[in-house]
């Protein structure tokens, strides 16, 4: 049975190291590449994505607890996948960072012109694109939710139909490139068999009682 408690504990940790190393590298990147290119100047900039990119930070903190609660080891190997990932991201961002040129926010004023520019401003150096952190959490999450048998198929649905959009806001409030989107899905595919195989036994044994 999943102690909570524990999750809970596993879960802050894991947020607080991945947060620590995304900024950490974004200042520590030297050079950059640039990414993004004709194709990315024809997708158009819709600011009012910026509340379904946001909404990934819910996703991130939330899906250990859904899974938590059909199933320990999808839960487990949910996390252990999240683990890898950000141990193969720090390499990549470190060894290879890149960056994309982003428009200037919304000239009206609202809460929309708001997030985006806060989103920019946080964010500010805009590197790191290359896997999207983003886009390879939302594809996590697609896979276990149908991995998690016990989990009712309208939650499937909504966690595909959710996930997919935010992949999409990633391209529409130009925060990413498409090639970040399709390293993301080769990072998912290494994370789920590095977690299924070497890293969900000791997380299951840290969530459970």
């Known amino acids: 049975m999943t102690d909570f408690g524990n999750l809970a504990l596993v879960q802050l940790i894991l947020l607080a190291v991945q947060g620590a190393i995304y900024f950490f590298c974004q200042y520590a990147a030297k050079h950059p590449h640039y990414v993004g290119g004709a194709l990315e100047e024809k997708i158009p900039f819709i600011p009012a994505f910026i509340f379904l990119y946001l909404s990934w930070f819910p996703l991130l903190i939330g899906a250990p607890f859904l899974y938590a609660l059909y199933s320990a080891s999808s839960c487990a190997e949910y996390l252990g996948a999240i683990v890898a990932m950000i141990a193969i ?75 997919l959009g935010i992949c999409a806001s990633t391209l529409l409030v130009k925060q990413h490139a498409i090639i970040d989107i399709v390293w993301a899905a080769v990072l998912t595919a290494a994370c789920i068999p590095i977690s299924i195989f070497l890293l969900s036994d000791p997380v299951l044994r840290l969530i459970c009682r």
């Open 89 to 163: 991201c720090i390499v990549v961002y470190l060894v290879y960072p890149t960056i994309i040129e982003r428009p200037e926010p919304p000239e009206s004023r609202g809460l929309v012109r708001f997030l985006v520019a806060s989103t920019y401003s946080v964010d500010r150096k805009s590197v790191n694109c290359i896997p999207s952190i983003h886009c390879t959490v939302s594809f996590l999450n697609i896979y276990f939710a149908f991995a998690c048998l016990n989990m009712p198929l309208i939650l499937k649905l909504v966690m595909l139909v959710w996930c």
